[in-house]
């Protein structure tokens, strides 16, 4: 995406991640912020969700490899300069609500009035119609709440069905989204000459990644699929185990009849592939509650790491389930450079996973997000100002 320039009025994560894969790929992403308050992301160093003196990587990650310029867009003179940024740029990436876009004089209308071939990219909570378009929305609420996923995954015994696996899991894969709906509309421009609207929603996100439990509830009639437990599993070769080191291992074996022998065998229990109550897939499933608790015997009689030795060469399918740190160190995230070493505004050292894909067998460029307004002044020279005029602008407030 050498060549192509995004605008993003956007702040928090859903939407900038998308602007944040596009700078992998090559784009120049102009950040807009405002002067004196910047992304509110930036201010979590001080809510405690981010370590005393280390990286805000809260920030970092959906703002890696942007340029920042912070102009306020409630003044006329910043309204204007952000207009001559849009006449450079072929992508306009926003997640103000419909209100706020009116108010700042930002809606699809505004913008292609200065470039009608630009690309307006909408992200939001719900969509953009409804009663509830102008509502904002979190990752916990608009993906994982609304969709039924939450209520899907989380224990019965809890008691309350808000169970996530951590912060901006659906916003990272929402802004993946988006980045490939801008690729795509940048190529429908270069085919055929329109520039189209773009519009993507956490809850759109949501119900997509819960489409076949969503559909299979409708088919079959059921409020919410049955959940399953390790100690009731239908299918043993599904399921998960806990090691003698409380570890787990997750087996995904669906052809049971193919891998139940091997897997028998690297258990130590040979004599049971013949066992009558395990001699065929129908068996086993009859008999199911049986072999999970064989199975549940033979895993714990060996930490992880004995596991990872012993089941290195089968050939169905499993994995040790690891903790987020052991990510960085798996031989093949290494072995695939799917992790990035960077050093933040301040010098400090960090990590932070790439986009998911890679072009010629090779990473995205992924670098370190802006410090607040750190790129304002370059972007506007490239845009026609001069040094004066810059200087004006900063004392009268519109830009930092």
Known sequence: ???????????????????????????????????????????????????????????????????????????????????????????????????????????????????????????????????????????????????????????????????MPGPAYGDTLGGLTLAGAISTALFHRERTGEALEVDGSLLALGAWAMGATIAGSHAFGLERYPKTVPATATNPLVNSYRTSDDRSIALVMLESDRFFPELMHVLGSPELIEDPRFASHSLRGQNHLDLVQVLSDGFAKKTLEEWRSALKDIDGSWAAVQTPREVLTDPQVEANNYVADLTDAGGTDFKLVSAPVQFNGAPGETRRAPGHGEHTDEVLEQIGLTMDEIVELKVCGAIL
């Open 1 to 163: 995406m050498n060549g192509i320039r995004v605008v993003e009025v956007a702040a928090w994560t859903y939407v900038p991640v998308a602007g944040a894969i596009l700078t992998e790929w090559g784009a120049d992403v102009v950040k807009i912020e405002h002067p004196e308050t910047g992304d509110p992301q930036r201010g979590l160093v001080s809510s405690g969700l981010i370590p005393a003196g280390g990286v805000n990587h809260m920030f970092e990650l959906p703002n890696r490899g942007k340029r920042s310029v912070a102009l306020d867009l409630k003044s006329q003179e910043g309204r204007d300069l952000l207009m001559k940024i849009v006449a450079t740029a072929d992508v306009f990436l926003t997640n103000f609500r419909p209100a706020a876009r009116k108010k700042l004089r930002i809606d699809v209308d505004d913008v292609r009035q200065h470039n009608d071939k630009i690309i307006y990219v909408r992200g939001s909570a719900a969509g953009q119609l409804g009663e509830e378009s102008e509502r904002g929305g979190y990752d916990m609420t608009s993906f994982w709440a609304r969709s039924g996923a939450s209520d899907n995954v989380s224990p019965d015994e809890l008691g309350y069905a808000v169970t």
